[in-house]
């Protein structure tokens, strides 16, 4: 099945600094979107994206669909506290079982 | 609006012991799905729906089954659970497909002794 390599695992970072995560994968996607996990609560979706080369914000994060269609990033500018939580990338290749593939995620730690 | 709920939030098994987990959502969606997450793995996709009588295996559906009898309930059964099914389980749906993101449930932790 497809696989996605998300990186990095964790990120240990001060408040205001700001936070670059990606994803890459063997597999072309059409649809890479970004997820936000808090503790105890089910990922909510932060950013679509549906074209190769797109750049989209919303707020302070900012995300890029690769234009070989095979990774993405995640940009967050000057972090905050409720920044805090697990960031997943998800991708849909459109083929084979229907359903999002999602990376193993990236823990966000912000220290006072 | 609730979205997507799921219930129990919480569940210990023994092992062979077998339950249902519901899923229901508000947003007249027409995909809905089952994943389970465990530490390491991410998310997992085990089963999924297109529509209402439609079922579908994702990545990881053994030892599961699951039944769409109405448009608005998922349901998530495990005949003989295993400690291998230790996890937590989430339910999610969409309108049209997974291009349009999901809607998550908060998620039911299930363990299995």
């Known amino acids: 099945g497809q696989q996605l390599n998300q990186s990095p695992q964790s990120m240990f970072i001060q408040e205001g600094e700001d936070v670059s995560m990606n994803c890459t994968s063997s597999?072309?996607?059409?649809?890479w979107l970004w997820y936000k996990q808090d503790p105890g609560e089910g990922p909510v979706l932060l950013i679509a994206?549906?074209?190769?080369?797109e750049l989209t914000s919303n707020g302070r994060l900012t995300a890029q669909f690769g234009i070989t269609r095979k990774d993405s990033f995640l940009n967050i500018s000057a972090s905050i506290p409720s920044d805090v939580g697990i960031y997943f990338c998800?991708?849909?290749?459109?083929?084979?079982?229907?359903?999002?593939?999602f990376g193993k995620g990236t823990h966000l730690i912000i220290q006072p | 609006n609730a979205g997507v709920t799921q219930t129990p939030k919480f569940r210990v098994l023994k092992t062979g012991q077998s339950m249902t987990l519901l899923c229901a959502q508000d947003?007249?969606?027409?995909?809905m799905y089952w994943y389970r997450q465990d530490p390491g793995m991410g998310l997992r996709l085990i089963h999924y729906?297109?529509?209402?009588?439609?079922?579908a295996k994702g990545e990881v559906p053994d030892g599961y089954n699951v039944s769409r009898l109405k448009k608005q309930n998922f349901l998530l059964g495990l005949e003989s659970a295993a400690p291998s099914q230790t996890s937590v389980y989430f339910c999610?749906?969409?309108?049209?497909?997974?291009?349009?993101?999901?809607?998550f449930g908060s998620g039911t932790r299930l363990t299995v002794v």
């Open positions: 999610a749906s969409s309108y049209i497909s997974s291009d349009d993101g999901y809607t």
């Open positions: 729906s297109v529509g209402e009588g439609t079922t």
């Open positions: 947003m007249n969606h027409e995909y």
């Open positions: 998800a991708g849909h290749g459109g083929g084979g079982a229907d359903g999002l593939t």
């Open positions: 994206l549906y074209k190769a080369g």
């Open positions: 597999s072309i996607f059409n649809t």
